[in-house]
RNA sequence: GCGCCGUUAGCUCAAUUGGCAGAGCAGGGGCCUUUUAAGCCCAAGGUUCAGGGUUCGAGUCCCUGACGGCGCACCA
């Protein structure tokens, strides 16, 4: 694109060589970050002079007269550059003026003052291009209003901005915050993890047998092999395999891919954490998640309590922990304990005047009467427990009532942010589990499960019980930045390719 | 996959019933040596998402498509 914008700027970019000026210098001479070289002027006695070399990028640019007020940007701040003709001369000031755009990174060298309305500022005795920006940012500007930054001209086209993920982060500081945050939570999750003796590990995202979950998967393809490849769309039956080769406590954080619907709360890709504990069942699980997700916000938010989409969270344990079955009489009235079968399910959901998928199971069934009445209102962190075995074919069945398993899901915020369950560890019981899934799923079926004959080979050769657990990172993130949409939280959401 | 809504200048947005496409900011020219959305003056800037159609005349109405947002469906 050669519009008039960056015609003007390439004829400063023309300018600066002209004058045998390199306007993309490898390397930079900072001796300061904005927040540091603010520190340093605070931090020094009075007649001290604090010279520093600040590098950053120009963010706004107010001429006046024979003196320029500007500000750069940098990782930690902003700092305002105050150039003046007195003192860097009429040529040097004439450059800034007509070589130098909002955008371009530079590189500022002078000693600091405060100005008469109190911002520490660096009278500039020297200035250097660092980087030629020869499109201009999507412009934003902002305004101080009682201590508040009012932005005008926001660039907030969600569009736009996930598509330029780069111009979005560099002109709204918020959205860089959302990723810091996100770091911090993973680092976080981490430290908890750590701390109890888990070990991480990485475990193959190519894989000839998907499994471990109810989803679609992507399709590759290995050239060598002559062999289609799935690409992981969870990681249970690999960690589960660690167990059994004497691995106690193992998580992972990774990519898990699943070709099914985007919406907002789902991505094809995202960001998972599962780990699985040795000699730990469902209910200790219950206690660490509670304690995991308080960890976190208070290592990254100070506290427990937050603030999201207009309602207060408070995940302090304990968590709110009801039976599945409980809570779904609860809120539809059909206690589905009394109703043993599909059929008779499905006539009692009818009587109720409740809608229901046409072809599902009685534990599909049970799923749906779960997503659309019970989840919703679980606003407040909640446990639900013991589920119907045949939605949960890797989970343990309850001694006292083969139907249900010892499996939970976490609910904050009307969604889902967690699954775990005591793991299935009897190698006879699992393949049989894996020959139900085959007689009720059809051939062309997306939930249809390839059996994983080396899984169960690895459990043949004993797997210690154990609790695992799994959690999507993105949702957690959503949670503690108040983001109401999976992509806000996502570097590079996946968006349709788009000519232009 | 379905429904509703949207797409206008680099950005954020206007445009009456179908009647000359505008503003602020950014960018260009000028004035201004402590400003901070600096201010003031001047000039410029458009494939109105794309393609068809109706009409004397379409940003506006109709059809098709692309992309997006929201909702629904799908999601061991």
């Known amino acids: 694109m050669t519009d008039r914008l960056t015609q003007a700027r390439l004829r400063k970019l023309d300018r600066l060589r002209k004058e045998g000026l390199d306007p993309y210098p490898a390397r930079s001479s900072r001796s300061h970050t904005s927040s540091a070289a603010i520190e340093a002027f605070e931090a020094a006695a009075k007649d001290e002079q604090v010279r520093v070399v600040v590098a950053g990028r120009l963010r706004s640019i107010r001429e006046m007269g024979k003196t320029v007020f500007a500000h750069i940007e940098d990782t930690d701040g902003r700092l305002q550059l105050y150039l003046r003709q007195d003192q860097l001369g009429p040529d040097q000031l004439d450059l800034f003026l007509e070589a130098f755009d909002l955008g371009d990174f530079i590189q500022a060298e002078g000693e600091l003052f405060r100005t008469r309305t109190g911002e520490v500022t660096v009278r500039v005795a ?26 005008h001209s926001a660039f907030d ?11 979005d982060l560099a002109v709204n500081p918020e959205v860089r915050e959302v990723f810091r945050t996100r770091a911090r939570i993973i680092d976080a999750l981490r430290q908890y993890l750590n701390n109890l003796g888990f070990l991480e590990v990485e475990t193959p995202v190519l894989q000839f047998i998907y499994g471990g979950a109810a989803a679609e998967p992507f399709v590759t393809h290995h050239k060598q092999l002559h062999r289609d490849l799935y690409l992981r769309i969870s990681f249970e039956l690999y960690l589960k395999r660690l167990l059994v080769g004497g691995l106690e ?25 599962e780990f699985y504990m040795a000699y730990a069942d469902y209910q200790v699980v219950m206690d660490v998640t509670e304690d995991m997700i308080t960890y976190v916000a208070e290592q990254v938010l100070g506290g427990t309590q937050f603030e999201y989409q ?49 072809v599902a199971s009685r534990g ?17 962190p909640t446990f639900l427990y013991n589920y119907p075995r045949d939605i949960s074919p890797l989970a343990k069945a309850d001694v006292n009532n083969p139907e249900s398993v010892e499996r939970f899901e976490g609910f904050v915020a009307g969604m889902e942010i967690c699954n775990a369950f005591t793991e299935l560890n009897d190698p006879v019981e699992q393949e049989q589990r894996f020959l139900e899934m085959g007689r009720t799923h059809g051939e062309d079926d997306a939930d249809r499960h390839p059996l994983d004959e080396d899984y169960l080979r690895a459990m043949r050769y004993g797997m210690p019980p154990n609790g695992g657990f799994g959690m999507g990172v993105d949702r957690l993130t959503m949670l503690l930045t108040d983001r109401s949409s999976i992509r806000e939280v996502i570097l590079f959401p996946h968006l349709r390719t788009k000519e232009n």
């Open 310 to 358: 207009g309602r207060t969270i408070d995940v302090t344990p304990p968590w709110g922990r009801i039976e599945l079955r409980a809570a779904i009489a609860e809120q539809t009235g059909i206690d589905y304990a009394e109703h043993n079968t599909e059929n008779a399910l499905r006539t009692a959901i009818s009587k109720a005047g409740i809608e229901a998928p046409e």
């Open 157 to 167: 086209n969600p569009e736009a901005r996930y598509r330029q993920r780069y111009a």
């Open 249 to 273: 406590r193992v998580y992972e954080i990774g990519k898990d891919f699943r070709n099914e619907g985007v919406d907002r709360t789902h991505q094809p890709e995202f960001t998972q954490l």
């Open 364 to 380: 599909k069934l049970i799923e749906h009467l779960l997503d659309h009445h019970v989840v919703p209102e679980l606003i407040q």
């Open 126 to 151: 020297s200035f250097l291009m660092l980087s030629k920006a020869i499109y201009p940012l999507p412009a934003a500007k902002e305004e101080l209003v009682d201590d508040e930054i009012v932005v």
